[in-house]
């Protein structure tokens, strides 16, 4: 596809459940990214993939939260145990590859709610 | 990681230009200079970037001072569909972080009619 594609839009967990959120990358693309928005203005890098190697982690919680992107398969990000401060806008977003000047595209967003 | 500083907001009158400054004293010599827009309950949008020499492009100019210290993005005629939260961002060419974004606060736009 021409973007990045971000499914759900919204979901809203107990404390304590599991959320799940998808992402399909620009068709083409290699490298994924996943950042989390808190507060209205903080992004936070979670975990980058190129293909479906994992890039760079250094930003993941490592407990309750784990990433994927497999083969002929939208990639995953999943929460276990979901906490009250996971709550956040989660952006996915995706780039042809080096040199560093490519262009990342980000998806429009999953709202996660906690409650 | 290089930081950047900008004012939290800039206010414009539409079809006027907006120079929005950022600050980033501790730059290295493998930083890109990002710029990134964020409109009302989307994802960041790719404005414009550069590493030494100025740079313009459809959305808008990016002026880089001589010593890359600080720099400012120019959108020439602002409309109100260009009020957005507005973020500058180092981004590391190196081989270990590249792709990381490194946002900062950023600066609100508010453009009246």
């Known amino acids: 596809g021409e973007e990045v594609a971000q499914t759900p839009k919204h979901l809203v967990r107990g404390e304590g459940q599991k959320a799940k959120l998808y992402c399909a990358p620009i068709?083409?693309?290699?490298?994924v990214f996943w950042y989390q928005q808190v507060l209205k203005n903080e992004f936070k890098f979670l975990i980058s993939?190129?293909?479906?190697?994992?890039?760079?982690e250094t930003g993941m919680p490592k407990e309750r939260f784990s990433a994927k992107c497999l083969p002929n398969s939208p990639c995953s990000l999943e929460i276990q145990a979901t906490k009250l401060e996971d709550s956040a806008v989660y952006f996915c977003?995706?780039?042809?590859?080096?040199?560093?000047?490519?262009?990342?595209?980000f998806g429009e967003g999953s709202w996660l709610t906690v409650v | 990681d290089a930081k950047t500083t900008q004012p939290n907001s800039m206010e414009s009158n539409e079809e006027e230009p907006v120079h929005l400054p950022c600050n980033h004293s501790?730059?290295?010599?493998?930083?890109?200079i990002h710029w990134y827009r964020q409109l009302p309950s989307q994802g960041p949008e790719y404005v414009i970037h550069?590493?030494?020499s100025n740079v313009n492009n459809r959305m808008a100019s990016l002026a880089i001072a001589e010593d890359r210290k600080s720099s400012t993005l120019i959108l020439h005629r602002a409309t109100l569909r260009d009020a957005a939260v507005y973020y500058c961002?180092?981004?590391?060419?190196?081989?270990?972080?590249?792709?990381?974004?490194?946002f900062g606060a950023g600066t609100q736009v508010v453009v009246t009619p």
């Open positions: 977003a995706s780039s042809h590859g080096r040199p560093v000047g490519n262009t990342i595209y």
């Open positions: 068709k083409g693309h290699s490298y």
């Open positions: 993939f190129q293909n479906e190697n994992v890039f760079d």
């Open positions: 501790t730059i290295s010599g493998t930083d890109y």
């Open positions: 550069g590493l030494t």
């Open positions: 961002i180092l981004r590391d060419a190196g081989p270990d972080s590249w792709g990381k974004l490194q």
